[in-house]
């Protein structure tokens, strides 16, 4: 059974960064396709990065702020947010497919088959 359970959330000011986790346990990050999404309140699941052994893309919106990296003997997933927005406010989610196609999808689409919880970030103005 595949579990993700995401962390580092909290809230900053605008220009602020914070670094977040997803510890995944029955799947390994170094294989198949991860993501991070989020999503804010009236707004659907919107996609920021995906990555798999051989590419990674950013959403426009992130491209240079972000940086997803991943600790293989600590099978867990990283996101970098750098230079926060008031816009980049969201519950952020970590996603998993052992289907490496998923990230080929541009704009990045939520076909995902595991989950996590999810963190919220809040970035005031």
């Known amino acids: 059974q595949v579990q993700l359970a995401e962390s580092g959330g909290g809230s900053v000011q605008a220009g602020g960064s914070l670094r977040l986790s997803c510890a995944a346990s029955?799947?390994?990050?170094?294989?198949?396709?991860m993501g991070w999404f989020r999503q804010s309140p009236g707004k659907e699941r919107e996609g920021v990065v995906t990555?798999?052994?051989?590419?990674?893309y950013y959403a426009p919106s992130v491209r240079g702020r972000f940086t997803v990296s991943q600790d293989n003997a600590e099978n867990t997933l990283y996101l970098q947010m750098d230079s926060l927005k008031p816009e980049d406010t969201a519950v952020y989610y970590c996603a998993a497919d052992p289907n490496r196609s998923r990230c080929w999808n541009t704009p990045i689409r939520p076909v995902f088959s595991n989950w996590g919880q999810g963190t919220q970030v809040t970035v005031s103005s």
């Open positions: 029955g799947f390994s990050v170094s294989t198949g396709c």
């Open positions: 990555t798999e052994p051989k590419r990674t």
